[in-house]
C-alpha cells in the first residue's frame, strides 16, 4: 500500500479552513516526519480523510509521487485539480506531470491547473467550457479555502 513518507506538499499548497491555514502556507503542524497531530483527535477530519490522486491510485508511478513532480492532482467531480508548488510553477509543463495532464485531456477530463492565485483551464479536444462549468467553478470557488476530499 502506498503511504505519503517524505512527501508534505498537499499540507502546504492546499488550505484548511478548521486550521485556519492558508493555501501555500506550511502547516505549523507539518515536520519532516509528516503530520505531529497523526492519531489526535486533534487533526481536522478533512486531513485525516484526505488522499490526493496518486495516494488514492495504485498504478500511479513514483514519478507523479507530488513531492517528485511537486503537482498534487486531486478528483473533482468527474474532472481534476493539478495544484503546483509556487517553487516550481512550470512543474505542470514538464515529465510526468505534463503526460498525467495530457492523459487525462485525451480521456475527457477537464483540468484546472493551480498555480497560487493563477489558475489554468485546460480543455479536453471538442469540449466546450460550458460543458464542464459546473465543475471548473466549483473548483474556482472551493479551490483554496478547503482541502478537496475524493
Ligand atoms: S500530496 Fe499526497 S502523497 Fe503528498 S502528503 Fe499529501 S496525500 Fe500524501
Ligand atoms: S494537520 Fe497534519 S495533515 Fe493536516 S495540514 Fe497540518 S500537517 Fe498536514
Redesign the pocket.
Known sequence: M????E?????S?ISVRELNKLQNQQCKYCSTNGCFLFGSIKRPPVCTS???A??FNAAWPELL???NCHV?FEPFRKNFVAAVDPRYPNAWRIGAAQAAIEYMLKNGKAVVVVISNEKHVLLSEGKTPMQVWNDIDGVLKEYGRAKLRN
Do not use: A, G, N, Q
Not at 502506498?2 to 513518507?5: A, D, I, P, S, V
Open positions: 502506498k503511504t505519503c513518507r512527501c508534505t506538499l498537499c499540507c499548497l484526505y488522499k490526493c496518486w495516494l509521487r507530488p513531492s498534487v
